[in-house]
C-alpha cells in the first residue's frame, strides 16, 4: 500500500524558514519523481516544485530562488526546504508521487505571518 507521511510545516513569520519532509517507504523511491503542490483557501491546489529520478529539479516561478527541493533515495525521503517565506505562501503543503495511479499526502499547514 502507497503511504506518503509527512512532516515538517507549522507556523513562521514572514522571512523564516520552514522544512517539510516526505517519506514514501512503500515504493521503489528511486524511479519516480517526486512534487510538492500547495492549496491555500479559496484557491486551487497548484505545482510548487518537481525533483526528477536523477535530481534535476523544476519550481514555479513564484518560489524559485527561495524553496529548494531534494531527495534522498536510500531514506525514500523527499524534501521541501522553504527560506525567505512570504505570507502569501500560507497553504497547506501536499506530497505527491504518480505511479499508476496519483498518490497525495495528507497535507501539513503552512503558516506564515507578516
Known amino acids: 500500500q502507497v503511504q506518503l507521511v509527512q512532516s515538517g510545516g507549522g507556523s513562521v513569520q514572514a522571512g523564516g524558514s520552514l522544512r517539510l519532509s516526505c517519506a514514501a517507504p512503500g515504493i521503489t523511491f528511486s524511479l519516480y519523481a517526486m512534487s510538492w503542490y500547495r492549496q491555500a483557501p479559496g484557491k486551487q491546489r497548484e505545482l510548487v516544485a518537481t525533483?526528477?529520478?536523477?535530481?534535476?529539479?523544476n519550481y514555479a516561478d513564484f518560489v524559485k530562488g527561495r524553496f529548494t527541493i531534494s531527495r534522498d533515495n536510500a531514506k525514500k525521503a523527499v524534501y521541501l526546504q522553504m527560506n525567505s517565506l512570504k505570507p502569501e505562501d500560507t497553504a497547506v503543503y501536499y506530497c505527491f508521487v504518480k505511479l499508476r495511479v496519483d498518490y497525495w499526502g495528507r497535507g501539513t499547514q503552512v503558516t506564515v505571518s507578516s
Open positions: 525533483i526528477t529520478t536523477s535530481g534535476s529539479a
